[in-house]
Structure formats: C-alpha cells, structure tokens
C-alpha cells in the first residue's frame, strides 16, 4: 500500500459516511464533540449547517481551531478505518457560502433537503460552516494482528496524509 493508495482509502471512507464528529473546546477549556451531517468540497474542506447558539457554533465563533474525525461505525471491532484531521472552522459567508452551498447536500444525501440562500442567512438561525484541514491522519487498515503493508506495524497507527 502506497501513500497514494492511503489518500484513496480516506477519500473512499469520506465519501461513504455523512457523519463526522466535530471537537471544539469550550471557554472554560473543556472539550466538546458532536456528530454533524457534512458534505465534503474536496479532500481539505469540509462543510455542515448548524444553528449558531448551538454550543459547537458559539465554541467556533470563539476559538475557530477543531479536531474532528470520519469513521466507519459499521465494521465488527478491531477493524477501525478512520480519517482525523485539525483544522480552522468558521461560519461561511459571500463566495465561500455559494460555494458551499453548491456541494451541499452530498449528492447521495439520503433525503437531506436542498438549501437556498435563506436557509442560512438572514433572519434564519441556520448557518453553513466549514473546516479547512490544516492537517489529516488516516487509520492505516490492517487485519487485526497483521502487519499493515506500508509500514509492517502490526498496532492501530494513523499516517500523516
């Protein structure tokens, strides 16, 4: 397994799951983690809709660095397959927004409504949100107890992407 093949690997496991948790910190310092709905824009970028009293949006509103992570909650244990990534978040606005709102929903979105403009402005107490990932690990898939084929660790390791 080569690196490029590892980059394939996260993709794959972004494109097959609509959740990723989000990790902000509070003001106190304590952390806090939520499940969002995302649509990916490309392999950095990431994007959700959420109230902006939610506790996850004023934590962005306050200290914008995240940690969030996409994972497969449906393989049987031990056969974690996960991408992890830190980065900025914040509210979208202006040519950020249109874009965003051009991805969003995934276009396998499973039922997830269109939004238009008004969904996420104005009087609405919805906003689009992103995180650029500044940097992003992927879970190197092994068997269990086997050696993975790019490095011969044979422990749950992530890989810088």
Do not use: K
């Not at 202006?94 to 409504?113: F, H, N, Q, T």
Request: hydrophobic share 35%; proline share 6%; with cysteine.
């Amino acid at each position: 397994m080569t690196n490029d093949d590892l980059a394939a690997h996260a993709r794959a496991l972004i494109s097959a799951n609509a959740y990723l948790t989000l990790g902000t910190t509070g003001d106190d310092g304590a952390p806090w983690t939520c499940p969002v709905y995302f649509a990916p824009q490309d392999d950095h970028t990431f994007v959700w809709v959420s109230e902006t009293g939610a506790r996850h949006s004023r934590n962005i509103a306050a200290r914008p660095r995240v940690s969030l992570v996409v994972f497969d909650s449906t393989v049987a244990p031990y056969h974690g397959r996960a991408v992890y990534a830190v980065g900025e978040a914040g509210e979208l606005s202006g040519e950020a927004l249109d874009r965003a709102l051009a991805s969003y929903p995934r276009g396998d979105g499973d039922g997830a409504s269109e939004l238009t403009l008004e969904d996420v402005s104005g009087a609405s107490p919805y906003r689009m949100y992103s995180v650029v990932a500044s940097e992003r690990w992927v879970l190197c898939p092994r068997d269990p107890g086997q050696p993975c084929d790019l490095h011969g660790e044979a422990r749950d390791h992530r890989v810088q992407l």
